[in-house]
């Protein structure tokens, strides 16, 4: 039998190969019984889970509250707006209460970096990180890795090119580190004003940065797209989106000097006509639907792992 | 006849002049003679000089055609033996592709060899980013503001992150704006003496520290237009000294003026940056001969005499240079610069190729480059027919100073220039 040596999902940096590997290959599991007329499982029977949620989400949301009901648990919904946090309570004082009413385990997306694991130091519930500012995005990240290896086998030696807003994205730091540590060689790509500036961490990483986007897809397995916040362009970050669009923007152009089977990702949502093309995001290389279906059966594979749950080995 | 014979003159060849010969030219080159049809110039004590080519000009149009016109500045280019230029529009800011298809295509009808620099921000606001990618495609060889520093220090840095992909250089008029105000002389003697509102050197050094910092932090080249003060020269050769990539140059009439020349209370000395001190002069003179500056700028800025026509402080700043710059500055390289003539020479043909890294321009046989006949012991007093367009605003006015462009070669023809 194989547990977790993680307790919490805080993020993927410094997560060993062995965690990875069993929370993918449970995943493996959960998504066959995503197939089955009956997709529940009573895993997580008397298990109850809290999804805190300081920050918008849909699909996030939703793949969680999936994965908790696929697995039984009992799960409660928050959101911040409705919450006692408007009426200034703290953040620590609100875990306490809801701790209080014994929950198991939290799902938590807030933006500001940090706060999963400020939870964890001071809550004895098992604590996901469902993204946190622009730091870690494990389960996104994992789903990512889930749906390339259903068609690579394993990440070994593959290549996974990262274009966009990477400077502020939780989804390319979690997948640089994960990535890394299955050996999977990660490049970023985009304007300048949108990438990291200490570039010699992740290069200490392996991370390597390619400015120009048809370099950085040549020769790439995987393009993940990110998506673009146009608030970047009211801070000054980008001139427009056009312009954006012109030199970093997914187009069958640039596409044209990739691998053939390349697979086309992107985490959602979508800002068609600016990261992607619709004529990408819809091709026959986009597998970016079968990163939403794999992401209930990847968080199924995390929550239950967390909860205690174990592998067969 | 398009044989020519240039009897006795001095060709002026890689940074070098060479013994008075016979300059024979077939079909606007330079050729090994003798031909035996070529119709013969006397050119004794005259120089062959390659094209000029100057340091940011700004020709207005089409924003401003009122005041100045493309045609007025080809026509300055040509009385002042410039046959390139480094374009840089404040009226009208080459913030996106349109705008600089439009003013290269217009430039490109005169025959003369533009450069362009993109506007770093929309509108040189300071603001916004300009599409510099796709300025960069398009054929800008950098990017600047014009004459205005960017406020925040955010947006510098940005706007150094994004140009930096270009690789391309980055150009700033240090003057930091409040402590510029609204001064318009150098914060000295003759600010107090007179009582007008000074800008002091330290507009400057801060702006250039500034520059110079996040040129450092963020490995990208800049350039400091217009350099004033002996502060920012020291600036400078330290932040070479560090590795940093920077470039500089000095503008014609802050070799020519310090603000001892502002007693008369000239609008025509209004200029921005002002005029500092003697020593500065000096210091300016000094860093052109040991190659701290690379440089020397035309900063031609033509203002409307109604704009001049008025007290000091309310004129606009700005002078018109193209048309005399050689002339004026050749007296006082000969006293102050090392190598004389030669070196303001070679900064005058080659400056700009230095500062934008592009080859060097020298005359060659039997390679097709506009050239100019010069006659450097030609005494003569600037008039306002000097100059082109409806502008006459020179410091110069009244001066006397020596030599002239007889004419040139330029699309294979001799062009004997208007008496």
New interface residues.
């Given amino acids: 039998m194989s547990f977790l040596k993680i307790r919490h999902l805080l993020g993927l940096r410094g997560v060993c190969k062995e965690d990875l590997r069993l929370i993918l290959d449970t995943a493996k599991q959960f998504r066959e019984i995503l197939d089955r007329p009956v997709k529940k499982v009573p895993s997580l029977r008397g298990v109850t889970v809290v999804n805190l949620f300081f920050e918008n989400s849909t699909r996030t949301r939703i793949s969680f509250e999936l994965a908790e009901k696929r697995l039984s648990a009992d799960s409660v919904n928050f959101t911040s707006s409705a919450s006692s946090l408007s009426k200034g309570e703290s953040l620590l004082d609100t875990l306490k209460n809801i701790e209080a009413m014994k929950i198991d385990l939290v799902v938590v997306r807030h933006k500001g970096t940090g706060v999963p694991g400020f939870l964890a130091a001071h809550s004895d519930a098992i604590i996901v990180n469902a993204g946190d500012g622009a730091n870690e995005h494990p389960t996104q990240s994992l789903l990512d890795i889930f749906t390339m290896e259903q068609k690579f086998g394993s990440m070994e030696g593959r290549t996974v090119t990262i274009v966009g807003d990477v400077r502020y994205s939780r989804v390319a730091r979690s997948n640089a580190w994960a990535l890394s540590t299955l050996g999977a060689k990660v490049r970023f790509c985009g304007p300048a004003t949108l990438l990291p500036r200490n570039r010699d961490f992740f290069e200490a990483e392996g991370v390597e940065f390619v400015p120009d986007v048809h370099d950085a897809v040549s020769g790439a397995d995987a393009v993940i797209a990110l998506r673009l916040q146009k608030e970047r362009q009211e801070d000054s970050l980008l001139p427009t989106l056009r312009e954006y669009r012109n030199f970093f923007g997914l187009t069958p152009e640039v596409l044209s000097q990739a691998k053939p089977g390349v697979l086309i990702m992107h985490p959602g949502p979508i800002n068609r006509g600016v990261e992607i093309d619709s004529s990408v995001a819809d091709g026959s290389n986009s597998v970016i639907l079968d990163q939403v279906t794999n992401g209930v059966a990847v968080r199924m594979a995390a929550l239950y792992l967390l909860s205690g749950g174990h592998a067969d080995e | 006849m398009n044989n020519y014979c240039f009897a006795g003159a001095r060709a002026y060849v890689g940074s070098r002049f060479q013994e008075p010969a016979d300059f024979w030219v077939q079909k606007g080159k330079w050729v090994k003679g003798p031909l035996p049809d070529a119709h013969r110039v006397e050119a004794q004590g005259c120089w062959i000089l390659p094209g000029l080519s100057a340091l940011l000009v700004d020709f207005q149009e089409p924003i401003r055609d009122d005041v100045y016109t493309l045609h007025d500045g080809f026509e300055a280019m040509h009385r002042g033996g410039f046959y390139s230029a480094l374009y840089e529009s404040a009226a009208n800011p080459l913030d996106d592709i349109q705008k600089l298809k439009a003013i290269r295509d217009a430039c490109g009808k005169s025959g003369l060899e533009f450069h362009f620099l993109g506007a770093l921000s ?1 509108d040189h606001a300071g ?8 300025l960069a495609s398009g054929g800008v060889v950098g990017f600047g503001d014009g004459d205005r520093f960017p406020t925040s220090l ?2 510098i840095r ?1 706007a150094l ?2 140009a ?2 270009t690789g391309l250089r980055c150009f700033f008029q240090p003057l930091e704006t409040s402590l510029m105000g609204k001064g318009c002389v150098h914060e000295g003697h003759y600010a107090d003496a007179f009582g007008i509102r000074g800008i002091p050197s330290q507009a400057e050094t801060i702006a250039v520290h500034q520059i110079l910092e996040l040129a450092g932090w963020l490995k990208v080249p800049v350039h400091l237009k217009q350099i004033t003060c002996r502060e920012s020269l020291s600036l400078l050769r330290l932040a070479r000294d560090r590795g940093i990539d920077v470039t500089c140059d000095v503008s014609v009439n802050h070799l020519l003026f310090d603000d001892s020349s502002l007693e008369a209370l000239d609008t025509n000395m209004h200029l921005r940056p002002p005029l500092r001190t003697a020593e500065d002069r000096t210091a300016l003179w000094n860093a052109l001969s040991d190659g701290t500056i690379q440089a020397i700028s035309c900063a031609h800025v033509p203002v409307l005499p109604q704009d001049k026509e008025t007290h000091f402080e309310d004129a606009q700043p700005g002078a018109v240079s193209l048309e005399i710059a050689l002339a004026a500055l050749l007296p006082e390289a000969r006293q102050r610069l090392c190598g004389g003539e030669e070196a303001l020479l070679t900064l005058l043909v080659d400056g700009p190729s230095r500062v934008l890294g592009l080859p060097p321009r020298t005359l060659a046989e039997d390679q097709n480059i506009p050239f100019l006949l010069y006659d450097p012991r030609v005494e003569r007093k600037v008039q306002i027919q000097d100059f082109c367009g409806q502008v006459h605003n020179s410091p110069l006015l009244g001066a006397k100073i020596q030599g002239k462009v007889l004419g040139d070669f330029f699309d294979g023809s001799w062009r004997p220039t208007a008496q």
């Fill in positions: 929309v603001k916004s980013l300009s599409e510099m990618l796709e955010r947006f940005l992150e994004y930096g992909m």
